[in-house]
């Protein structure tokens, strides 16, 4: 934690505040490590770590809340770096209401955000813009604005996700399972112009048992090199499911 690092039994809150240009190897403005942290209207901008979490990097079962935040050009700035913005590992919770991500990135995986390890996430009237995994490292770049992987809990509720790219699979969201009986939910959301230059999903891949339900949400003008330009689902198990009510599909396209 280049800017604060908060562990053990610690319950912080952080309001009005900037964090910037910090550096670490993980987490470079906040690390968090089985504590839990409250975030108001924090400003997150070019803040650089290493491997993973940008911005934030949460471990071991911590909990995260943000409310109202930005975060702006963070980054992980090695070949193995997952989580541009926030990187979340081993049970930790983090739930959002109304902040913003933009023009993060990551070598690997999650341009502004990774979660993995029976992570939960839930996300409610959430912007992401313009973030991406880069592929100069030319490793397994997926997930340009999330990447989520064995999850026990992955929500969105009017969130918006616009311009992000990922260069393989899932443009805006890559969900590379869930746990076992969880599904994924996305409902009332705009995926826009979300693009994969390689592969599939411009706007959401669900791949390795994701369960995945959609609901009056609205996919327009994504793009992906293969199948599914605004949805990809690839499923492996008989019990993996695919439900999609009261949504649009407009002008999406597979070059």
């Known amino acids: 934690?280049?800017?604060?690092?908060?562990s053990g039994n610690s319950y912080v809150e952080v309001a009005?505040?900037?964090?910037?240009?910090?550096?670490?190897?993980?987490?470079?403005?906040?690390?968090?490590?089985?504590?839990?942290?409250?975030?108001?209207?924090?400003?997150?901008?070019?803040?650089?770590?290493?491997?993973?979490?940008?911005?934030?990097?949460?471990?071991?079962?911590?909990?995260?809340?943000?409310?109202?935040?930005?975060?702006?050009?963070?980054g992980t700035s090695v070949s193995s770096g997952k989580g541009g913005a926030i990187s979340l590992y081993d049970e930790v919770?983090?739930?959002?209401?109304?902040?913003?991500?933009?023009d993060n990135f990551s070598a690997t995986y999650g341009g502004a955000i990774v979660a993995e390890s029976s992570s939960e996430l839930t996300l409610n009237a959430s912007i992401f813009d313009g973030n991406y995994v880069d592929r100069t490292f030319l490793s397994p770049i997926s997930g340009g604005a999330i990447f989520g992987d064995d999850m026990e809990t992955f929500d969105i509720d009017s969130a918006e996700f616009t311009n992000n790219v990922a260069y393989l699979y899932g443009g805006a969201i890559h969900c590379n399972g869930m746990n076992t009986g969880q599904t994924m939910t996305v409902s009332n959301t705009l995926f826009s112009n979300n693009e994969t230059e390689s592969k599939r999903g411009g706007?959401?891949?669900?791949?390795?048992?994701?369960?995945?339900?959609?609901?009056?949400?609205?996919?327009?003008?994504?793009?992906?090199?293969?199948?599914?330009?605004?949805?990809?689902?690839?499923?492996?198990?008989?019990d993996q499911d695919l439900i999609i009510t009261d949504s649009t599909f407009t002008d999406n396209v597979t070059t």
Do not use: K, P
């Open 203 to 238: 706007a959401i891949e669900a791949t390795s048992g994701t369960s995945l339900t959609i609901s009056n949400s609205v996919f327009d003008q994504n793009t992906s090199a293969e199948a599914g330009a605004a949805v990809s689902f690839y499923g492996v198990y008989l």
């Open 93 to 102: 919770v983090l739930t959002d209401n109304g902040s913003t991500f933009t």
């Open 16 to 74: 009005d505040s900037l964090f910037e240009n910090n550096t670490a190897d993980y987490g470079a403005a906040i690390f968090v490590d089985g504590a839990s942290i409250d975030l108001s209207a924090v400003e997150f901008n070019t803040n650089d770590s290493v491997y993973g979490g940008g911005g934030i990097r949460g471990e071991y079962s911590a909990e995260i809340a943000l409310d109202s935040c930005t975060f702006t050009a963070n």
């Open 1 to 6: 934690g280049g800017g604060m690092s908060v």
